[in-house]
């Protein structure tokens, strides 16, 4: 299972996508083989790291799960995958969403069923989940797209969740859900 987050950027120092990601891969759940990569907050270089990170597997990953931050404090499972991006904050390397074009020919939905991934979730301890289809337009929704591209063409389930901010929800808290949830996932799609 390769799983996927960010770093800091904007106003969020400590992103706990990218630090969950790391966890689980220095922690996996018992029976899983997971590898953790931090990706860059920049719109043209995000989709071609989460690349990167499928062929430095040193096994084809069964399971691409990509992390990402948002304010609220719920799970937020996407169930879509926009062409076009659109949103108003400048990435890392200062870039803005409306001056790349669209990262295809579609919108991308996932074949992993997001309201099913927030059952898992609550079930695994979280305190509220929620499907959207709304990926917010930013890195976040690049990566998605990049993440549904590799999952086809590896054949395998791919799916990206926005994790709770740190000041709801602690990175200790969130990585037990995930570590919880982690082998369910796998179990429900394979």
């Known amino acids: 299972m390769l799983i996927t987050g ?3 950027f904007l106003d969020v120092d400590r992103n706990p996508s990218g630090l969950a990601a790391l966890a689980l891969e220095a922690d996996p759940p018992p029976g899983l083989r997971v590898v953790g990569r931090e990706l860059p907050v920049e719109l043209e270089r995000a989709g071609a790291a989460l690349e990167a990170a499928v062929a430095d ?14 304010r609220g404090d719920w799970f937020r499972p996407e169930g879509l995958a926009r062409a076009r991006l659109a949103s108003a904050k400048p990435d890392n390397a200062g870039r803005y969403a409306a001056d790349l074009p669209p990262l295809g020919d ?5 074949r992993v069923d997001p ?9 695994c301890g979280a305190r509220e989940a929620r499907p959207s289809r709304d990926a917010g337009g ?11 591209v590799a999952a086809d063409r590896g054949g395998v389930p791919g ?11 602690s990175l200790e808290q969130q990585v037990a859900v995930l570590r919880r949830a982690l082998p369910r996932f796998v179990a429900t799609w394979r």
């Open 6 to 8: 960010f770093g800091a």
């Open 57 to 70: 597997c040193p096994r084809p990953p069964s399971w691409l799960l990509s992390l990402g931050v948002h």
């Open 106 to 110: 579609r919108d991308l939905v996932p």
């Open 115 to 123: 309201a099913r991934v927030a059952e898992i979730l609550l079930e």
């Open 138 to 148: 930013y890195v976040c929704e690049r990566t998605f797209y990049a993440n549904l």
């Open 159 to 169: 799916i990206f969740l926005h994790v709770p901010h740190l000041e709801h929800v």
